[in-house]
């Protein structure tokens, strides 16, 4: 362990004219006490024990290697969120554009019909299975989705009959 991962921690309070104190010292356990922290003494010599028995001294041990591996992991976990925050802001669009066009892509209610509410989705499913890549797969997903909420909304709200 570093001389720096351990220490007596000695408070004191104020007494007489002194005001209260925070000693800290790197010492070991069993010279944790106010005689061997507490340098310079505050008080002259018949008042030290005096001041002493009002001290409060702890031994306090800590391991800064677990905290440097918490603090790399907690900045390893936030950078990859960052990434992946600038990717789907900047990289996802650009890949979406390519990959479906911009008229599939966006789509409002009024593009989808009472009749044919799964107009677009055979053509998704097209073109996801020509493309083997995951992205293809999640965007098939999604849009699935989409268009199977959509459908439950109609029928519940329009029709008011609910899916099983």
């Known amino acids: ?29 069993k010279d944790c006490d106010c005689l061997h922290v507490v340098e310079p003494m505050p008080v002259p010599g018949p008042d030290v ?35 992946y925050m600038v990717y789907l802001t900047l990289v996802e669009p650009i890949l979406k554009r390519r990959l479906f066009g911009h008229s599939q892509l966006i789509q409002s209610d009024e593009d989808i019909g009472d009749h044919q509410p799964f107009a677009n989705a055979h053509d998704v499913l097209a073109r996801s299975r020509s493309r083997a890549n995951v992205l293809n797969k999640v965007e098939y997903a999604q849009q699935r989705w989409k268009l199977q ?12 009959v609910v899916l099983s």
Do not use: W
Not at 58 to 79: A, F, H, M, N, Q
Not at 149 to 157: A, I, L, T, Y
């Open 1 to 29: 362990m570093n001389s720096e991962d351990v220490r007596c921690k000695c408070i004191c309070p104020p007494y007489k004219d002194h005001s209260g104190q925070i000693y800290n010292k790197n010492v070991s356990q």
């Open 149 to 160: 909420v959509q459908e439950q909304r109609k029928s519940v709200f329009d029709r008011h």
């Open 49 to 83: 024990e005096a001041y002493c028995l009002r001290c409060e001294c702890k031994y306090e041990e800590r391991s800064s290697v677990t905290i440097k591996v918490t603090i790399i992991i907690y900045l390893s976990i936030l950078g990859l969120l960052l990434l």
